[in-house]
Structures are given as structure tokens and as C-alpha cells.
């Protein structure tokens, strides 16, 4: 059976470039994310041969936030798809709304803590709240869940730390900034090697460039899922 803890992130221009990359990383991969970059390139379309032609799994990765009522009905919207998890911002305004549009359906809500790619310097140019970025995450998180989220978005650095919150219990975190060992960071400034991901107590990791970017995506994606069940 295939590994889902990999998520691969299809990162690429257009659903005519992703079908292609899950074409070749065939049965290894059971999993993609599919997020904003890709929703004017027919995003949603390749989300749905995915799911329903292929049998994979499918993160979509939209980062909703807006007021409750306008987030309740694009979830709404979203969820007739049925797809698999949802990224909504992590306050609790939009968790409760991205909940209850999702009411009914299979689609886990997700909320994003804080990027993995900000430190604290972009928090304090955006006025955020002063403090440790993994106190915030914490706090955010823990707010998240008691609104409802079936899973938070947060960098490895976090995942045990949130992993240890009372309200954590049955709930998912999944940790994007994931990068094998030696794989450049590119624009992620918190990041850690999938095993080290899973052990920390993340529930799937998502690794985009390291896998599309690779001469051989397949076998990219064999050393990643190899490498996180010796974890």
C-alpha cells in the first residue's frame, strides 16, 4: 500500500504540467497538494481526474480568509468535490465558518498557523504580535482546534510542540517546509528533513521542488518515503 504521510505539492504552471508529474511518479505517489499558483491553470479540473479517474488523494491548498459567511460558502462550494483537506487561515472566525460549510462532507479543514516561509522579521514588518514564532504557532494551533480545525499547517519545527497540546488529541498536522537532506531551502525559512518531520510528530509532510524538480521524480519521491519509515 502507498505511504500517504507524502504529500507532493504539484507546484508546477498548469494541470496539462501535472497530470504529466503524476503520470510519472505513478503508484509512488497517493497524495498531491494542489494550491493557489495552479487554480488559473485549471487547477480544480486536474484535482478532480485525480480523485475520481486516478484514486488519489488531493490537498487543496487555498489559504481561505475572508468573513465568515463568504468563507462558509466557498468551503461549501469546495466540498461538493470531495476532496481530501482544505487550508483555511487559522483564526478562529474562519475555522468555525470553513467548518460548517464543510459540515456533511469528508473534507478534513486544515488551518495555517503562521508560513513557514516568514521568520520573525516579516512577523514584525506585518505588525504581528511580538514574541517566539514557535509560541505564537502554539497558540494559534491550540486556538485553531478548540474552533474546530481537523488539522493544523505548521513547520517541522513546531510539530512536537504542537503535537503535545491537550487539543491536539486525533488531530492532523501537516508540515510543508520539508526538504531531504543536502536539498536547498529555496524560500522556506524553517524546514527540516521528513524524518525528523515525522518524528517530531507530524502526521503527513509535503515536499514539492525537492520531487518536480529532480531527473528522476519517481525515484525522488522512493528516497523520501524510504528514508521517513526509518523515522
Avoid: W
Avoid at 484535482?47 to 466557498?74: P, W, Y
Avoid at 511580538?130 to 491550540?142: E, F, K, Q, S
Amino acid at each position: 500500500m502507498t505511504d500517504d504521510r507524502l504529500i507532493v505539492a504539484l507546484d508546477v504552471a498548469n494541470a496539462v504540467q501535472g497530470l504529466d508529474l503524476a503520470q510519472r511518479l505513478g503508484d509512488a505517489v497517493s497524495f498531491y497538494k494542489i494550491g493557489l499558483g495552479m487554480l488559473t491553470g485549471g487547477g480544480l479540473a486536474l484535482a478532480n481526474e485525480l480523485k475520481t479517474e486516478h484514486g488519489k488523494r488531493i490537498f487543496l491548498d487555498m489559504k481561505l480568509f475572508d468573513i465568515g459567511a463568504t468563507v462558509e460558502s466557498a468551503v461549501r462550494g469546495l466540498a461538493q468535490f470531495e476532496l481530501d483537506f482544505l487550508t483555511v487561515h487559522g483564526d478562529p472566525h474562519v475555522v468555525r465558518a470553513a467548518c460548517e460549510g464543510a459540515s456533511g462532507s469528508g473534507m478534513k479543514i486544515l488551518a495555517v498557523t503562521i508560513l513557514t516561509s516568514l521568520d520573525r522579521d516579516d512577523l514584525d514588518a506585518a505588525m504581528i504580535e511580538g514574541g517566539a514564532i514557535p509560541d505564537l504557532v502554539a497558540t494559534r494551533a491550540g486556538r485553531a482546534f478548540e474552533a474546530g480545525a481537523d488539522g493544523v499547517i505548521a513547520s517541522p519545527a513546531e510539530a512536537a510542540m504542537i503535537r503535545a497540546l491537550p487539543e491536539a488529541a486525533g488531530r492532523l498536522i501537516v508540515t510543508p517546509g520539508v526538504r531531504p537532506a543536502g536539498s536547498a531551502s529555496d524560500d522556506q525559512k524553517r524546514i527540516a528533513t521528513p524524518a525528523s518531520a515525522i518524528g517530531a510528530g507530524a502526521d503527513h509532510v509535503v515536499v514539492g521542488r525537492p520531487i518536480h524538480r529532480a531527473p528522476d521524480p519517481r525515484a525522488a519521491a522512493l528516497a523520501i518515503l524510504d528514508e521517513m519509515r526509518g523515522a
